[in-house]
């Protein structure tokens, strides 16, 4: 059987959670007569530069029209004898489709033809693929809820997993150009312009504790210049793994305001390097920050300024971190890969 991978997420985004799951994918697959799909642009995705496909394996399109390509099923020539898996929402009609389902933030927080042209083609996916897989039970919860005629059998959690790069390191390194101590500056990671991430509650933290904020993430724009003021903080782009391990092992703490997440693979990331975790009781969080984080059920200043002055004492911070150590071994790329190998394995 060949199996038939459509790697759309490397041109859709430059780098961002979904590009990481698909190439910690790509980078374990074996065993397979493997075609990967790829528009020309993929190669501007800081992920997809890490994967050595060889070029016979590519069937390489032009990434021009993409805005609309994107939200149209490749047209490829398929057969029962093809499996068919993409990075996002797409199938192949006469294949047998897995799809993965990484949340409904679209359902939840987007309105307008945006949204309804994501869930449509989100739709589309779902009903047609012999498989689905749901990164977390929140996920597969939340499918069902907004699509109850799905067959719950077709549906596989599948937890992300961490890589192992995030450790805790035995020299206190620096990154260059970051003037704080270790635990001086809180960090903050992710996507900020979506509003249920919550990064003005961080900037307001900040204001109020006058702990400097550690930004990981795209360049500011002028209006969060703005709101930044009488702030001290650093923002940085293009960060790579081994640096985001070096900040979370220096971090007081990683603040993650987020108001919903289909995962949200840097509360492990952080737990793995030692770094504590304040977040909310929320979505997918409760599920994936276990034991080993503050998940608050009522996120504010006031409640988050509270865990940090918690934090700050010795021994619960020991505590908080070992128990986000053991939090953490639940969760690899390896179970990841060997789940979604067993998936691939049923439909064949």
């Not at 979904?18 to 065993?31: A, P, Y």
């Not at 979506?194 to 504790?209: E, N």
């Not at 969080?285 to 984080?293: A, K, M, P, R």
Request: hydrophobic share 40%; proline share 3%.
């Amino acid at each position: 059987m060949e199996l038939l991978l459509d790697n759309i997420i490397f041109s859709l985004q430059k780098a961002g959670g979904i590009s990481v799951v698909w190439k910690e994918h790509l980078k374990r697959l074996s065993g397979y007569n493997c075609k990967f799909i790829e528009y020309n642009n993929a190669k501007d995705n800081l992920f997809r530069q890490e994967l050595d496909i060889p070029v016979s394996q590519i069937i390489q399109l032009s990434s021009a029209y993409l805005p609309i390509k994107r939200y149209l099923n490749p047209t490829v020539d398929c057969s029962e004898d093809v499996l068919f898996h993409s990075s996002y929402y797409r199938i192949v009609k006469g294949a047998r489709n897995v799809t993965t389902v990484h949340d409904f933030t679209y359902e939840y927080y987007v309105r307008g033809i945006k949204q309804k042209i994501h869930s449509w083609q989100k739709k589309q996916a779902i009903l047609y693929s012999d498989k689905i897989i749901c990164v977390s039970q929140n996920t597969r919860d939340d499918l069902l809820r907004f699509l109850p005629e799905v067959n719950p059998d077709k549906l596989e959690v599948v937890y992300n997993g961490v890589d192992e790069i995030f450790c805790t390191l035995s020299v206190n390194k620096r990154v260059d150009n970051l003037p704080y101590e270790k635990e001086e500056y809180f960090l903050f990671v992710g996507d900020r312009f979506a509003l249920y991430k919550q990064f003005d509650l961080a900037i307001s933290v900040a204001k109020r504790t006058k702990k400097p904020l550690v930004v990981v993430g795209k360049p500011l724009v002028e209006v969060e210049k703005m709101k930044l003021k009488g702030v001290e903080y650093k923002v940085l782009s293009g960060v790579s793994s081994a640096v985001l391990n070096i900040l979370y092992n220096n971090a007081f703490c990683l603040l993650y305001p987020s108001l919903y997440e289909g995962f949200g693979i840097p509360v492990i990331e952080a737990q793995k390097a030692g770094c504590p975790v304040i977040a909310g009781a929320n979505s997918s969080i409760s599920e994936v920050i276990g034991t080993g984080g503050i998940a608050l059920d009522k996120l504010d200043v006031d409640n988050i300024i509270d865990a940090m002055t918690v934090l700050d004492r010795g021994k619960y911070r020991n505590e908080v971190i070992n128990l986000g150590f053991e939090n953490a071994k639940r969760f690899s790329w390896d179970k990841t890969y060997d789940q979604t190998n067993n998936i691939y394995k049923s439909l064949i």
